[in-house]
C-alpha cells in the first residue's frame, strides 16, 4: 500500500514539474517572479536562524558568567571551611567549584563558538540580501525590457501591418468606395439621361422653328 501511495505521489510531483517546466518556457518571467517569491521566503527563514544564534549566544554567555560566579563562590567557601576545619564542608564545595569551573570552560568554549559561528551567518545573510537585491533590480531591468519590447511590437503592428496587414485593407477599402462613388455616378447618370435627352431634343426643335 506504501508503495502504491509512493508511486502516485511521484507521478503527481513529476506532472506538477513538468508543468511548472511548460510554464517556465511560456513565461518566463512569471517563473522569475516565483523563484524570487520563495527566496524571500527562505530569506525570512534564516533571518530566524540569526536571531536564534543570537539568543543562543547569549544563553551561553549567561551560563558562562553565573557558572564562573558560583565556581568563584565555591572556592571561597572551601577556603572557609578549610580554615575551618569543617573537612566534609570543604570537599563538598571543591567538588562543586571544580563541576561550575568545569561548567565554565565549556560554556566559554560554547560561547565563542556561538559568536564565531554568528559572525559567519550575519556575513552570508547580508551576502544573501545582497544577491537577493541585486536579482530584484535584474528583474525591475528585465521587466523594462519586457515592456519596451511589447510597446514596440504594438508599434509596429500598427505602422508597419502584420499577417492581417491593416494598411491593404485601407487600400482595399478606398477601390471599395471608389468602385462604389462610380456605381452611383454611373446609376445616377442613367436615371438623368431621358430627361436630358428630351431636353436636348426640345431645344434642338426649337432651335429648328426658329430658323
Same mark, same amino acid.
Given at each position: 500500500m506504501t508503495t502504491i501511495f509512493s508511486r502516485i505521489k511521484e507521478t503527481i510531483s513529476a506532472d506538477l514539474h513538468d508543468l511548472m517546466d511548460k510554464k517556465e518556457q511560456k513565461n518566463p518571467l512569471a517563473a522569475l517572479n516565483h523563484y524570487l517569491r520563495q527566496s524571500e521566503q527562505e530569506k525570512e527563514k534564516v533571518r530566524k536562524l540569526v536571531e536564534r544564534q543570537y539568543l543562543l549566544r547569549d544563553e551561553f554567555t549567561r551560563e558562562y558568567h553565573q557558572a564562573r560566579d558560583l565556581a568563584d563562590k565555591r572556592l571561597k567557601q572551601a577556603t572557609i571551611a578549610e580554615k575551618a576545619g569543617e573537612k566534609d564542608m570543604y570537599e563538598f564545595a571543591m567538588k562543586e567549584y571544580e563541576e561550575? /569551573?568545569?561548567?565554565?570552560?565549556? $560554556?566559554? =568554549?560554547?560561547?565563542?563558538?556561538?559568536?564565531? %559561528?554568528?559572525?559567519?551567518?550575519? %556575513?552570508?545573510?547580508?551576502?544573501?540580501?545582497?544577491?537577493?537585491?541585486?536579482?530584484?533590480?535584474r528583474r525591475m531591468e528585465l521587466m523594462g525590457r519586457e515592456n519596451v519590447a511589447?510597446?514596440?511590437? /504594438?508599434?509596429?503592428?500598427? =505602422?508597419?501591418? @502584420? &499577417?492581417?496587414?491593416?494598411? &491593404?485593407?485601407?487600400?482595399? $477599402?478606398? /477601390?471599395?468606395?471608389?468602385?462604389?462613388?462610380?456605381? =452611383? &455616378?454611373?446609376?445616377?447618370?442613367? &436615371? @438623368?439621361f431621358d430627361s436630358k435627352m428630351a431636353k436636348l431634343e426640345k431645344e434642338m426643335n426649337e432651335q429648328k422653328a426658329s430658323n
Open positions: 561550575y /569551573q568545569a561548567r565554565e570552560g565549556r $560554556m566559554n =568554549v560554547s560561547r565563542e563558538e556561538s559568536v564565531k %559561528q554568528l559572525e559567519i551567518l550575519e %556575513q552570508k545573510y547580508e551576502e544573501m540580501k545582497h544577491k537577493l537585491k541585486d536579482m530584484h533590480l511589447k510597446a514596440n511590437h /504594438q508599434i509596429n503592428r500598427v =505602422v508597419e501591418g @502584420t &499577417s492581417d496587414k491593416p494598411f &491593404s485593407r485601407f487600400a482595399e $477599402m478606398e /477601390q471599395y468606395i471608389e468602385n462604389l462613388e462610380y456605381k =452611383v &455616378s454611373h446609376a445616377y447618370y442613367r &436615371s @438623368t
